[in-house]
């Protein structure tokens, strides 16, 4: 998932938009020590209680209680903040505020999502739960907030405990309003003329775990990254592809080395020019991410294209949302042919994340392995076509193509899902090599060296 955030580009927008669409705000929750709670559905009376009488609202407070909230009251009175959540019950479900954002939270989802006793293994952070054999209509005996904790005991006398922050990152509600680690830069060509460049030296990369983390923040911020000072063989170029993880193999075989000799039936393997395109249309998951390292080239031409797809499409989001809807809906179908494969992969051009802010997540923009257009009826064909000529527009404005002439030693890494790459004809021997590594595991790999 990431934050639509569009860097400047011509017109209008300015190198301002590259934060988010929506700004992600945080409110601060005043200082309280009282609770309020509600009987369930048909409320018979509203009581305002501290956490720990809301676990027996008919109960009096007992002696450490009463200590407590009086503690805090003078906490109070000195101007000491106190963390209180508000709370209501209902029928089938816990309403909760917390910093801001307004949790709903129903009750076979908090039984399901139990992290306490023997709901969940914490040796294999697997669920112990049988989802399906959770009564439709639970409902908790006892509800209290204390301590940053929401506690509640279930008609089996289960007791579920889960940390405020845990649930606000962990439900649709709270997920909006998580700042998340790493912000993508969605970008032009002005944006990355003001942006230092995405690299770092093989040597430092291969020993250094701080420096593959800095690799994997750039290809993630920006959808590409260079590694440079190579040694110019096949063996540093697959040094540098399995520093990440390892490599996803292809009916091209693991790793492939192509010039323009047509050795396979697909226009990479010619001196002709390529458009702004992503790989492995045809395969039902493309992969994640493509490595590049051009081991020579004695001639002319050749250089090589990047486009920010995600830029192009939150600007078809913000100028024609219906043509961004349809493209975002309609899945098509794409393929590669030869005597001896016949691969399909069928999605949609643009994929967003589900959830409520929308966020891109794929885009699968070739034209030359799109295959016939047989899934969109009649009646929408042509307002596909309008939708897929604007975005093409977007990707083919000069301000948004980033060209390099990659030179031997520089490895080249992009975000497939991300980022378009394409190059310009050229003359002579041009040898590229390269290989394909799973999204899945790349991600994995930030996620471990906590850059995401």
């Excluded at 910093?99 to 709901?119: E, F, I, M, P, Q």
């Excluded at 990440?244 to 292809?250: A, K, L, N, P, V």
Aim: glycine residues 6%; contains cysteine.
């Amino acid at each position: 998932m990431h934050l639509r955030s569009l860097a400047s580009f011509p017109g209008r927008l300015s190198q301002s938009l590259s934060v988010s669409r929506k700004h992600l705000t945080t409110q601060s929750t005043h200082a309280r020590n009282v609770q309020t709670f509600t009987k369930l559905h048909k409320i018979k009376r509203v009581q305002f209680l501290t956490p720990a009488q809301s676990a027996h609202p008919s109960s009096s407070l007992s002696t450490s209680t009463r200590a407590k909230s009086s503690s805090r009251i003078e906490e109070k009175a000195r101007g000491v903040p106190v963390s209180v959540t508000k709370f209501l019950q209902h029928e089938d479900h816990l309403q909760l505020e917390y910093k801001g954002a307004k949790l709903k939270l129903n009750y076979v989802w908090l039984r399901d999502h139990c992290r306490t006793g023997d709901s969940f293994n914490h040796q294999t952070q697997q669920r112990m739960v049988d989802s399906a054999l959770i009564d439709p209509n639970i409902q908790p005996l006892n509800v209290a907030i204390d301590d940053g904790t929401l506690n509640i005991t279930w008609p089996d006398g289960h007791q579920s405990e889960y940390h405020l922050e845990w649930l606000l990152s962990n439900t649709y509600e709270g997920k909006q309003h998580i700042q998340r680690t790493l912000e993508p830069l969605l970008w032009d060509v002005e944006t990355l003329s003001a942006s230092p460049s995405p690299s770092v030296s093989y040597q430092d990369y291969l020993a250094d775990d701080g420096q593959l983390a800095n690799l994997l923040h750039n290809l993630l911020k920006y959808g590409f990254a260079f590694v440079e000072d190579a040694p110019v063989t096949v063996e540093a170029t697959l040094a540098a592809a399995e520093r990440i993880c390892q490599i996803r193999e292809t009916f091209y075989g693991r790793f492939w080395c192509f010039t323009s000799d047509l050795e396979r039936q697909d226009t990479a393997y010619t001196a002709e020019s390529l458009g702004a395109h992503t790989d492995n249309t045809y395969l039902n998951e493309p992969s994640g991410v493509q490595v590049f390292h051009k081991m020579e080239h004695v001639g002319e031409g050749g250089d090589t294209l990047l486009v920010d797809g995600f830029h192009a499409a939150e600007r078809l989001r913000r100028d024609d949302p219906e043509g961004f809807d349809i493209l975002s809906s309609v899945s098509v179908p794409h393929h590669y042919l030869e005597p001896a494969v016949h691969t399909t992969g069928v999605g949609p051009v643009l994929e967003v994340e589900p959830g409520a802010t929308k966020d891109l997540k794929l885009i699968r923009y070739n034209i030359h392995d799109r295959a016939c257009l047989d899934t969109v009826p009649m009646e929408d064909v042509g307002r596909w076509y309008a939708a897929l000529r604007n975005l093409t527009r977007y990707i083919r404005d000069p301000a948004s193509e980033y060209w390099v002439k990659l030179k031997p030693g520089q490895i080249l890494l992009t975000y497939n899902w991300r980022v378009l790459h394409g190059r310009s004809a050229f003359t002579g021997r041009r040898r590229v090599a390269g290989c394909y590594l799973p999204r899945d595991d790349v991600i994995s790999r930030a996620r471990v060296l906590k850059v995401i």
